[in-house]
């Protein structure tokens, strides 16, 4: 079962790009990297999803290099509503369904 | 857009009651989960359910229990409420087929235990 670990908090400024890295050493052939965000008083929201190499959507990218001991969600240019918490997830589903979520990296964005 | 709901944002329990907190999705969704989630260790699996009267132990089953009659509902018991689990509880629900598909977060429920 993966164990993730994050850094506790990161801060930064509007419109420089943010590296979120979240270590995962003993991750499993069969899992999958999801990262969350979660706003205070609000479930954590999806953000992206992937298994190796790179993958981007509209909000962020997510870089696994090929051995996939960590990962590395990438926020292009911040503004002050990215303030918020995000979360890796290492999830199993060789049979296992095991979830592992990080404990979280509280990233505050600054004028 | 999908939603789940949780019956309630706040509860304040005594030692020794049972608890029950309640989720719906109306989304037709096979995976419900229940997390608790703690200052300094995120979010911890409690129990997940994968079909009606399915389920299966999380991370943290010590001290829950959890039911699932119905497709869109699932519900997490706490058989006698003690002060340490006094939490943050979190219930999500994803379409099916893997377990690692998108989850859909309700709001939470801030539960106090006295």
């Known amino acids: 079962l993966a164990k993730t670990t994050q850094p506790i908090s990161m801060d930064s400024y509007e419109g420089q790009e943010v590296n979120i890295t979240c270590s995962h050493n003993n991750i499993a052939t069969n899992d999958y990297i999801t990262w969350y965000q979660q706003f205070p008083s609000q479930g954590p929201r999806f953000i992206i999803q992937?298994?190796?190499t790179k993958v981007t959507n509209e909000v962020a990218s997510l870089f696994i290099p090929a051995d996939r001991k960590s990962s590395t969600l990438s926020l292009p240019r911040v503004s002050l509503s990215d303030t918020a918490v995000y979360y890796c997830l290492v999830g199993e589903t060789g049979g296992g369904n095991k979830l592992t979520f990080g404990t979280g990296t509280q990233l505050k964005v600054e004028l | 857009d999908v939603k789940v709901t949780q019956s309630s944002r706040y509860l304040v329990k005594r030692t020794g009651e049972k608890v029950f907190l309640e989720c719906v999705q109306d989304m037709d969704h096979e995976n419900m989960f229940w997390y608790r989630q703690d200052p300094g260790l995120g979010l911890r699996l409690i129990y997940f359910s994968y079909d009606v009267k399915m389920k299966e132990k999380g991370d943290i089953p010590e001290g829950y229990s959890v039911s699932r009659e119905k497709k869109e509902r699932f519900s997490l018991i706490l058989e006698s409420a003690s002060t340490n689990q006094t939490s943050m509880y979190l219930c999500?629900?994803?379409?099916?087929?893997?377990?690692?598909?998108?989850?859909?977060f309700g709001p939470g429920t801030r539960l106090t235990v006295l």
């Open positions: 999500a629900s994803s379409l099916g087929q893997y377990i690692t598909d998108t989850q859909y």
């Open positions: 992937g298994y190796k």
